[in-house]
């Protein structure tokens, strides 16, 4: 991955649940796509995590609080916050994603929550 790319372009061309693009000693970019009707999945990181949603509609619940998302918004999740995203839309909620520090293995690639899901319990 070049260090100077269209990142918009990037996420909204991506149809993987989860891919890295790249990964740093103290930060990440990760790229996601969430169908219609589905979601992330309630979760909690040890990281800070900012999401930039780049197509499609969708809810952000942080510590049970929803708010609506859409293209060109930003959604900053502070590392112990309990959330989730939910795809409300008919089409794929496209996003981008950074963690810092990094969050996932560089390389990683899920093309679905559930292959996400089965890594995770391994």
């Known amino acids: 991955m070049e260090l100077n790319c269209n990142i918009f372009k990037l996420a909204k061309e991506n149809n993987f649940f989860r891919k890295e693009i790249i990964t740093g000693?103290?930060?990440q970019v990760v790229l996601m796509s969430i169908p219609p009707a589905g979601e992330i999945g309630e979760e909690v990181h040890d990281v800070d995590q900012t999401l930039v949603?780049?197509?499609g509609r969708g809810e952000a619940i942080l510590e049970d609080k929803i708010t609506a998302v859409?293209?060109?918004d930003l959604t900053f999740?502070?590392?112990g916050t309990k959330?989730?995203?939910k795809n409300t839309g008919s089409n794929e909620l496209k996003l981008f994603t950074l963690y810092a520090?990094?969050?996932h293995p560089p390389g990683t690639?899920?093309?679905t929550k559930a292959e996400a899901e089965a890594e995770e319990h391994d």
Do not use: R
């Open 53 to 55: 949603f780049v197509s």
């Open 101 to 103: 520090p990094p969050e």
């Open 109 to 111: 690639i899920h093309k």
């Open 70 to 72: 859409g293209e060109g």
């Open 77 to 79: 999740v502070p590392a």
């Open 25 to 27: 000693k103290n930060s």
């Open 83 to 85: 959330h989730n995203f």
